[in-house]
């Protein structure tokens, strides 16, 4: 919920018009980004989620709201409390379950589902019969590091369906930015094959272990 659009869902319209809050009464109201609300709007969410009633507006009394509260957010709220930018109050009152949502790049496996799910959603909504990803696009996919997490996921098979001119998606149908992280590097351990498409984050992981193996290789020969 951006910050335009707070007070709609904390207000009660006066022409017969329920606002958002009151309709979730009973249910769950999911509020999306709400480490980009402003000051002002926290102050009143805050006060939606402490007296657990909305205002009318020009209306005479508050109405009493009963819902259960889910937000979500891509910042660090304890950073954004250091740096003034988000209530220390708000987020007390928010922060009873937390749940980290991991990055998609630390989810990999998770990487050909979600992308055959959004392919067969854009299938049917813009009509194209694509029904599979090349082995080669596949693997770049999976081996991107997603800063944009699953929405830039979804935003890529999107894009990758309009310019495919196959029935599947294939590797020179994806962006140049996918394309220029396939990394050829050795595999950590010893005896696995080479040429695995990683990103550079991964590269240097495994690099660093195998450093610290050799290393622990070289202590044991020389204690020998």
Excluded: C
Excluded at 102 to 117: C, F, G, N, Q, V
Aim: hydrophobic share 40%; glycine share 6%; no cysteine.
């Amino acid at each position: 919920m951006s910050p335009s659009i707070v007070r709609r869902y904390r207000t009660l319209w006066s022409r017969g018009r329920v606002g958002r809050i009151e309709s979730a009464t009973g249910g769950t109201l999911f509020l999306d980004e709400i480490g980009d609300l402003s000051l002002t709007a926290q102050a009143k969410l805050l006060r939606v989620l402490q007296e657990r009633e909305v205002d009318w507006v020009g209306g005479r009394r508050p109405v009493s709201i009963d819902v259960r509260l889910i937000a979500a957010t891509n910042k660090d709220l304890k950073e954004e409390i250091q740096q003034n930018r988000f209530r220390q109050d708000l987020f007390f009152r928010l922060n009873v379950i937390h749940i980290h949502m991991p990055a998609l790049r630390e989810i990999r496996t998770d990487i050909p589902l979600l992308a055959m799910y959004f392919l067969k959603k854009y299938s049917r909504e813009i009509g194209r019969e694509i029904h599979s990803f090349s082995p080669e696009a596949l693997k770049a996919l999976t081996a991107y590091h997603w800063p944009g997490n699953v929405r830039e996921l979804e935003n890529e098979v999107k894009r990758s369906m309009v310019l495919a001119t196959t029935r599947e998606i294939r590797l020179q149908d994806l962006s140049e930015s996918i394309l220029e992280e396939r990394l050829t590097v050795p595999d950590a351990d010893p005896g696995t094959k080479l040429g695995d498409k990683q990103s550079l984050k991964d590269r240097v992981t495994k690099l660093e272990i195998q450093m610290i193996r050799d290393a622990m290789g070289q202590t044991e020969s020389d204690r020998r």
